[in-house]
């Protein structure tokens, strides 16, 4: 039992073993910083469903990305308006509260340290008069006394 042809021995199912290639990551092969191995195991290990097919983590993690990517730049814009360098939860809750469609989707969401939105009820400010009327030169009348 010879065998024919030059086929090495441990070349893994290739033929000719030529230089082994580099593997790649399902993420890079997507272009996505979120890890689509993880999101797979993460998925199959839930049970959510028996079978999980291979564009489902993908498509995860690339919602997953851009939701966590949109987070990160409002929250950045409101540390600058704050003038800070470093995002704190305050800086994140400001971002989702003053967002109307993040606002919707994590409304019942409640973040640690995050605080509240300024808000002052509108019945509670002060009154502005329509019509300021300036005050004329009037004689300096004396309060009323009684006389003794």
């Keep these: 039992m010879e065998t024919t042809g030059?086929?090495?021995?441990?070349?893994?199912?290739r033929k000719g073993g030529g230089p082994k290639k580099k593997p790649?990551?399902?993420?890079?092969k997507a272009g996505l910083q979120f890890p689509v191995g993880r999101i797979g195991r993460y998925l199959?290990?839930?049970?959510?469903?028996?079978?999980v097919g291979t564009g489902a983590p993908?498509?995860?993690?690339?919602?997953?990305e851009y939701l966590a990517a949109e987070v990160l730049e409002l929250a950045?814009?409101?540390a600058r308006d704050n003038k800070k360098n470093r995002i704190i939860p305050r800086h994140v809750?400001?971002?989702v509260r003053n967002d109307e469609e993040l606002g919707k989707l994590l409304a019942g969401v409640t973040i640690a340290?995050?605080?509240?939105?300024?808000?002052?009820n509108p019945v509670l400010?002060?009154?502005?008069?329509a019509a300021k009327e300036p005050k004329s030169p009037t004689k300096a009348t004396k309060s009323p006394r009684k006389a003794a």
């Design 113 to 120: 340290h995050g605080g509240v939105l300024p808000n002052i």
């Design 44 to 51: 199959k290990k839930g049970r959510y469903a028996q079978r």
């Design 93 to 95: 809750l400001l971002a």
């Design 58 to 64: 993908v498509y995860l993690a690339a919602v997953l």
């Design 125 to 129: 400010l002060p009154k502005k008069t």
């Design 24 to 28: 790649v990551s399902r993420s890079v």
């Design 6 to 13: 030059k086929v090495k021995k441990g070349a893994g199912g």
């Design 76 to 78: 950045g814009n409101a």
